[in-house]
């Protein structure tokens, strides 16, 4: 029986400094290799959540290297699929852009009212500097170069655009590699890791719970994930089919994976399909409708049911989860939206079986909940492995006795 570990000593001043020194250190860090880090995370993740249907095809005779392969082309076939569904009506949305664009700016010049205060005060600054210009005998100021056009800013903002989906396609592939090696690998990191984590058997158990804990996270969160963002789509598929919106199938797979972003994806579809059913209908009122249905549907499932299940599957309180995202979203974008939840469910994971950082996992907890048991898992792998100790010698045969009595007498 190993002896009791001493409990941690309290921080001193000095160490507190050179963790928030380290911390910054850190955070600098992966801000500067964000083309790096994003990769090996989404990679790591894609792992996780597809290790289950690896280890099924494993039980059913099928080598990890085949099963790997099989699993990752299946999910690059499916998604495939899903934009060949979709070609016909993307290829006709996006030949309709000039009409569109058309009808947009005849509308607004339309509904465009008298000039406002903004364009009074203009006028009269213009006029004012006419008359400082003629009273002092200055030459006029030069006239301002001419406003950017839409039309500019536009091809501006697609070429800007094709540049970063292309990058975010080759950040895909490489995740697809290196998910690919790690499923391969099976659980040859995770050993590896159990036994660097010290000689003792507390640090492996520690160390074997915790691995289990962020597979179950990053399992939940995926799960959790997958369903909401099918149901979303699922249920403004038919909230436009029933409101008669043109395409309800692609603006319902649009609204399914743009969700995936938090916040900013409901922003960015809800504006996306009230435009659309604008241009449809060419009523204000109804396209306002529209769109709000749209918002009341994503807001209800992204800031209710989500936040609600993630919290339950986490333990994590909502603000916590909140302020993650607001963090990771500041750090790396579009990607830190998507991966700031599954990060912090990691942190806290780790903070929650490391004395030293039981304070910050009580921060980001959301209820008070009894530390769990070791499971039987986790001892069995944190059990050092002992080599099998050698048969013992047999006592001499009968014989051979015999023999050393007769040399004796």
Known sequence: MEPLEDP????????????V???????????????????????????????????????????????????????????AGSAFLLRADATALVAELPDAARQLRIAAHDRRG???????????AAELNKAAAEATG???????????????????????????????????GIAFLLAYFLLAAGDTFRRKVVHLAGPTLAKRRITVEILNDIHVQVQRYLLILLA??????FLIWGLLLAFGIERAGLWAAVAGILHIVPYAGTAVTTAAITVAAYLQTGSIGQSAGVGFAVLTVSSAIGMGLV???????????????????????????????LLGAPLVAVLKTVA????????????????DEPPKPPTAEAEAEAEPEVPAAAPPQRAATQSGRRKRARATT
């Open 352 to 367: 929650d079986r490391v004395p030293r950082m039981e304070p910050l996992g009580e921060l980001l907890g959301g209820t």
């Open 8 to 19: 941690p000593r309290p921080w001193k001043a000095g160490e507190r400094a050179l963790v």
């Open 114 to 124: 008298p000039d406002g205060p903004i364009d009074h005060v203009r006028a009269a």
């Open 21 to 79: 020194l380290a911390v910054l250190a850190l955070i600098g860090a992966a801000k500067m290799t964000e083309a790096f880090i994003v990769p090996v995370v989404v990679g790591t993740l894609m792992s996780y959540s597809l290790e289950p249907l690896v280890r099924t095809l494993e039980r059913w005779h099928i080598h990890r290297l085949i099963g790997a392969a099989l699993v990752l082309l299946c999910s690059i076939a499916i998604v």
């Open 307 to 337: 936040p609600w299940l993630q919290g339950r599957a986490s333990r994590m309180n909502a603000a916590a989860v909140f302020i993650a995202l607001l963090f990771f979203g500041w750090l790396w974008g579009g990607w830190g939206l």
């Open 138 to 172: 200055s030459p006029q100021p030069p006239s301002a170069p001419p406003p950017p056009t839409i039309a500019s800013d536009l091809q501006r903002w697609l070429a800007d655009q094709s540049t970063k989906v292309l990058s975010v396609i080759g950040q895909f």
């Open 228 to 233: 909401t963002n099918l149901l979303i789509a």
